[in-house]
C-alpha cells in the first residue's frame, strides 16, 4: 500500500510564498516522475502545476515559470513546491501525483489528498 501526504498550503497574502511537501510512503522500490497539480475554485479540472523527472529535469506551467520551483530528495521520497511571488489566481488545492513501482514490479499512478492554498488580502 502506497501513500502520498501532502503538506505546507495556507492563507498567504499576493506576493508572498509557500512551501509544498509530497512525501510518499509505503511499498515503494522506485518512484518515476513526480508532479504538481492546481484544482482551482469552481473548476472540476487539475491542471499541471510543474513535474520533476528521477535525473531532475523540470518543466513548469507558463503561468508559473520564474515564480515556482519544483524539487525533490530521492531519498525521502519526497517532492517540494517551493512558491513566490505567489497571486490570488495561484489560489486552489494543490495535489502530488506520481507512479510508483512496488517491489513486486507494478506500476500504478497515485494521488495525494491534496493541500488548500489560499493568496488573498
Known amino acids: 500500500q502506497v501513500q502520498l501526504v501532502e503538506s505546507g498550503g495556507g492563507l498567504v497574502q499576493p506576493g508572498g510564498s509557500l512551501r509544498l511537501s509530497c512525501v510518499a510512503s509505503g511499498s515503494i522500490f522506485s518512484i518515476n516522475t513526480m508532479g504538481w497539480y492546481q484544482q482551482a475554485p469552481r473548476k472540476e479540472e487539475r491542471e499541471l502545476v510543474a513535474t520533476i523527472t528521477t535525473i531532475g529535469s523540470t518543466n513548469y506551467a507558463d503561468s508559473v515559470k520564474g515564480r515556482f520551483t519544483i524539487s525533490r530528495d530521492n531519498a525521502k521520497n519526497t517532492v517540494y513546491l517551493q512558491m513566490n511571488s505567489l497571486k490570488p489566481e495561484d489560489t486552489g488545492v494543490y495535489y502530488c501525483?506520481?507512479?510508483?513501482?512496488?517491489?513486486?514490479?507494478?506500476?500504478?499512478?497515485?494521488w495525494g489528498q491534496g493541500t488548500q492554498v489560499t493568496v488573498s488580502s
Open positions: 501525483n506520481t507512479i510508483i513501482r512496488s517491489a513486486r514490479g507494478y506500476e500504478n499512478p497515485y
